[in-house]
């Protein structure tokens, strides 16, 4: 069954990986081609994306209904980010269609008309916040398309020119006939017509739609009324609900268990055994939740985590006085630079695990009908995913069907590299036979004990400082759990022992520094770690924009000023630093107790400027008032979603170093659920002012690059105040030591 | 036992321990409450218990004889239509999971409260949890209601 095998390349961490098509070839050969990976999906038909230029985007793309609906079918997972409403809005705009007919659902099991292109086309995928980038020619060409078809059977069917045709909010008109009919009219006899080749699309000065404030998501209204359906909320006749055991501490495995306590629950039906350990399945959440609660296991924790996260952090740091395992970059002679230097400023920083916390615990329903398995969930890699279910249940991936779910957040959860639950619920269905439906569902503590957390990073920088107070030498040592290496796909993203998603950031910083190395090494432990919402630019932005901060104080520039000196010739950046800056009042006085500070920072090709103001209370105290962000993006397709993305990656990003961290005590996982872990609440939200920089450039991603300089901009508007420099996170425990 | 949910008296067979919400969502198919974390911290399952914001999750059923619920999708006085109304205009929702649960807190908060300050509202809203942070619009949602219920 693996004879069949399926290459297909990706990249979930930074827009650098660019899969080319002769990496593709190379096959397995890829592994050392550079940032590109090649991953097998067992069984997978082999299927090249050279093929895109065979899809036909009526059927594929777009579907008019003769009941006048037009629904788009979505390449990208909708976690809230938005994308779903943002291609609509680029079919929309070139199909002329109404707003109040478009419908969008998720789509998989076409790769040459879902592969990501912004992935180079060799996977379907949603991360890297590359859902835009990916979809803005596709999704315009294929509304262009589809609305030529429907002017062509217009055309056809009224005999007359196809150029005396309008098109307007979903109805076709012939001006000197009078005649007029709906898309849904004309739909079937469009889908008859031949695809054209080439159509034109609309210049920047005809969209009423991209770039349109006042143009608005389609789901506000369900999500309001608690119609909206979730993967939670599938429920098929018979269906059992699993509540799965895991070993408490990571790469436990299970030994032995009684399941006689949870088979007398009442509503429990069965006990199985996964590759993970256990699951209870019952006839409803409750009663499998209180059964998986009574069963007795005994794990092995041979091989396991067993380690506290502060055990862990304190390997971290006693790594980084040393010099690092391998080079990231390196640029001039940074040791050389630093012995010339008359002034140096050392710092280490030291950054916890950190859990994405989205408020649907993980999830995914299976059932099997025939010889067809049907797998719910919000399928990040819907294709991958496919294939290691089909490996799992020992079937072809052509009889498994996907149904790609909207989720409640993701934040990077759930792209994995190894299935996880959805596998996991398809072992538990194969278990009991697939005599029933079954819905995996997750507990909080699962969710929040269950690892691929934002990995966690120990920093420490020297920064050498001529006579002049200009920077000489620059030498920057990461330790860091990988999150690629020891996975199966290790051999492509990660080159030279570097996983740039790591160094992100920091390796491939924008500041001009002549003489600088970026030095990385990979700590090792069973803890799984994950991409989380801007994945290494979590942890290197604020090393970057904090030392910045602390350069322009030891030397008396202004934060702003000498950011605008080390980017010159990078225009995009410097516009999303100036609209900040000027829109927040950078420079102008504040009232008494307020203090500003500032950092910026582009990641998945965004660059976002941010001001922090905050008001000092007693001692360490403050409050985070005002947050004014600058977003160079390219061109805004939904501007409002723009802002509320922004609005969103605030609220993450400050949460987080105020106070979130995992916590490992002998490897068991100490904050299980909201009470300990906890993430931010609205008394703690400023007030959020985004400006986007107008453009009509190719755009880029928003999900993540908001979140990057939350953390920096607070913390040096907190070194404004106080003087003090927290480079323990998160704050919480920073600010107490 | 007799549950009075939205206005109608249901039949459950349930454990009297178990919590509403799974009442709801398994037994009932009421769905719309949402499951955030089971110990009443994430404010996603908040649902009216003789009109009082009050978690589901927490809430045994073998508690509520007699009592009037309210969940998301019943909820339909000039209030919560105007909520509902503020949250659409505004696209309050990002993901949308924890939206149940705010709307539920936010139109108890207005039945009580008809012009709440930034700090009535962070108070009130304080027990639900957006991990999408979706709270500078929730509280422009509730103002924007408030105002039209004026």
Not at chain 1, 253 to 281: E, H, I, Y
């Amino acid at each position: 069954m693996f004879a069949n095998r399926f290459l297909a390349q990706r990249q979930l961490g930074t827009k650098r990986f660019r899969p080319s098509r002769r990496m593709f070839l190379a096959g397995t050969a890829a592994a050392g081609a550079g940032l590109t990976i090649g991953f097998a999906v067992p069984g997978a038909n082999a299927q090249a994306p050279a093929a895109a230029a065979a899809v036909n985007p009526f059927g594929a793309h777009i579907r008019i209904g003769t009941d006048n609906t037009v629904t788009v079918l979505s390449a990208h997972m909708d976690m809230g980010q938005g994308a779903y409403f943002g291609i609509a809005t680029l079919v929309a705009e070139e199909l002329d269609a109404a707003r109040s007919q478009l419908r969008v659902e998720g789509a998989s099991g076409n790769l040459a008309a879902y592969g990501n292109v912004a992935w180079g086309g060799f996977a379907q995928g949603t991360g890297g916040s590359t859902a835009m980038a990916s979809s803005w020619e596709r999704y315009r060409r294929a509304g262009a398309i589809c609305r030529a078809m429907l002017v062509s059977a217009a055309a056809r069917a009224w005999n007359v020119p196809a150029n005396e045709i309008a098109v307007k909010d979903g109805t076709l008109f012939h001006g000197p006939s009078g005649r007029g009919a709906t898309f849904g009219a004309m739909a079937d006899a469009a889908a008859a017509e031949p695809v054209p080749q080439t159509v034109s699309l609309k210049a920047p000065g005809q969209w009423t739609r991209i770039g349109n404030p006042a143009y608005r998501r389609l789901d506000s209204a369900d999500k309001s009324t608690g119609k909206q359906q979730f993967t939670i909320d599938v429920r098929l006749p018979g269906m059992l609900i699993a509540v799965p055991v895991h070993a408490p501490v990571f790469g436990g495995k299970l030994k032995s268990f009684d399941a006689a306590a949870a088979k007398a629950v009442a509503g429990v039906v069965d006990v199985v055994t996964t590759s993970r350990g256990l699951a209870v399945l019952a006839t409803n959440t409750w009663a499998a939740r209180t059964g998986a609660e009574a069963i007795k296991a005994e794990w092995d924790q041979t091989g396991a985590e067993t380690r506290s996260s502060d055990a862990i952090l304190a390997s971290y740091r006693a790594r980084v006085d040393a010099a690092g395992e391998h080079v990231a970059a390196s640029r001039g002679n940074a040791d050389a630079a630093l012995g010339r230097a008359t002034r140096t400023l050392e710092a280490t920083y030291e950054f916890p695990y950190l859990a994405h916390a989205a408020l649907e615990p993980l999830n995914a329903v299976v059932r099997r009908q025939g010889d067809i398995v049907e797998i719910w969930g919000g399928h990040q890699i819907p294709d991958l995913y496919a294939g290691l279910a089909a490996q799992a249940l020992g079937m072809s991936p052509a009889n498994i069907r996907m149904h790609v779910m909207k989720t409640g957040g993701g934040f990077g959860r759930r792209a994995v590299t190894d299935g996880d639950v959805v596998v996991e619920a398809a072992e538990i269905a194969k278990a009991i036979g697939f005599r029933a439906p079954v819905k995996l569902q997750w507990t909080r503590e699962t969710d929040m004990a269950g690892g691929r957390y934002r990995p966690a990073a120990v920093h420490k920088l020297r920064v050498g400082l001529d006579a002049a107070g200009n920077i000489a030498g620059w030498q920057h040592r990461i330790a860091a759990q990988s999150i690629l290496i020891g996975t199966p796909f290790e051999g492509g993203l990660v080159k030279n022992g570097v996983d740039a998603t790591s160094v992100e950031g920091a390796a491939d910083t924008l500041y001009a520094l002549p003489d600088l190395r970026v030095e990385i090494t990979n700590m090792v432990s069973p803890v799984p770690v994950l991409w989380w919402r801007s994945v290494g630019h979590t942890h290197t932005a604020y090393v970057m924009e904090t030392m910045i901060d602390e350069i322009a104080a030891a030397t008396a520039k202004d934060p702003v000023a000498l950011r605008r000196q080390l980017l010159a010739g990078h225009p995009r950046h410097l516009a999303a630093i100036d609209l900040a800056a000027a829109r927040a009042g950078w420079g102008t006085p504040l009232p008494a107790g307020r203090f500003r500070g500032f950092a910026a920072h582009e990641s998945f090709g965004t660059s976002v400027g941010m001001v922090a103001e905050i008001s000092m209370g007693a001692g360490n105290a403050f409050k985070v008032e005002r947050i004014v962000a600058g977003v160079a993006c390219g061109t805004a397709i939904n501007p409002d979603n723009v802002r509320a993305q922004v609005e969103g990656a605030v609220g993450f990003g400050l949460g987080a170093i105020l106070r979130e961290g995992v916590t490992l005590d002998g490897g068991r996982v100490v904050d299980t659920n909201y009470d300990g872990y906890r993430p931010l609440r609205i008394d703690e939200m400023p007030k959020v002012e985004v400006h986007i920089v107008a453009s009509t450039a190719a755009p880029t991603g928003i999900g993540e690059p908001g979140v990057p300089p939350v953390g920096p901009a607070i913390a040096n508007a907190l070194a404004a105040a106080t003087g003090k420099r927290v480079r323990l996170l998160p704050f919480e425990k920073g600010l107490s030591t | 036992m007799k549950l009075n949910i939205n206005g109608r008296e249901r039949n459950l067979e349930a454990d009297p321990e178990m919590p509403l919400l799974w009442a709801l969502r398994d037994v009932l198919g009421l769905t719309g409450t949402k499951f955030g974390c089971g110990i009443a911290q994430c404010g996603a399952c908040t649902v009216h218990i003789d009109g009082v914001p009050s978690r589901a999750c927490q809430t045994p059923v073998g508690t509520l004889d007699g009592a009037k619920i309210t969940t998301i999708e019943g909820i339909e006085d000039r209030v919560a239509k105007a909520v509902q109304a503020a949250w659409t205009k505004l696209d309050v929702p990002q993901c949308g999971y924890c939206q149940s649960g705010q709307i539920m807190s936010a139109v108890a908060l207005l039945r009580d409260n008809a012009k709440p300050t930034d700090a009535d509202i962070d108070a009130a809203m304080a027990g639900n949890l957006c991990r999408c942070a979706t709270y500078q619009r929730i509280r422009a949602g509730i103002h924007e209601a408030a105002k039209s219920l004026a």
